[in-house]
């Protein structure tokens, strides 16, 4: 399945709970991120991205696939930190993002199980990153209106000379 990329108009949307869990669809929702993650490739991927508006993310740090359903973020601290980003849906450019460095997620499993998930780093930044997508927002919608107007610039370039 292709990744969606900006300005595709479904990447503005807020993505609705997942309200029945273990189910084949859902299953195979899963299955289709992981495969466009992992041949894109990329850390992490929202099912917005894919153009199915449901709070569904995957993600790989290294550490195995995992899939997480309605993740909400519950508790973050620390001091904010910026890090440049990219994204699989603005192919070509990096905006650099403020982030929490870590934070507490709770979510479901794919069978509707309860996960509460301690995250620092890299892990939270995937974690804000992926569920800002839920909520229809991207990383050039982080950055200040200047910076956003030369990554979107920037952008047009790449797609311009990629086609
Ligand atoms: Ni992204």
Not at 27 to 33: A, N, P
Request: hydrophobic content about 40%.
């Amino acid at each position: 399945m292709e990744i969606l990329a900006h300005p595709n108009p479904a990447l503005k949307q807020r993505a609705q709970d997942v309200e029945h869990f273990g189910d084949r669809e859902l299953k195979s929702l899963v299955t289709t991120m992981a495969r466009a993650m992992y041949d894109a490739p990329g850390v992490g991927l929202a099912a917005t991205q894919v153009g199915v508006l449901k709070r569904v993310i995957v993600y790989d740090i290294d550490e195995g696939l995992v899939a997480l359903c309605n993740p909400r973020i519950v508790e973050s601290s620390g001091e904010t930190e910026f890090f440049e980003e990219g994204c699989l849906s603005l192919p070509g450019i990096e905006v650099s993002v403020e982030r929490a460095p870590s934070l507490t997620c709770e979510a479901c499993d794919i069978d509707g199980s309860p996960v509460i998930i301690q995250a620092e780093g890299l892990l939270a930044r995937v974690l804000q990153h992926e569920l800002d997508h839920l909520d229809g927002v991207l990383i050039i919608d982080r950055a200040t209106p200047e910076e956003r107007r030369a990554a979107i610039r920037r952008y047009n370039e790449v797609v311009h000379t990629f086609g």
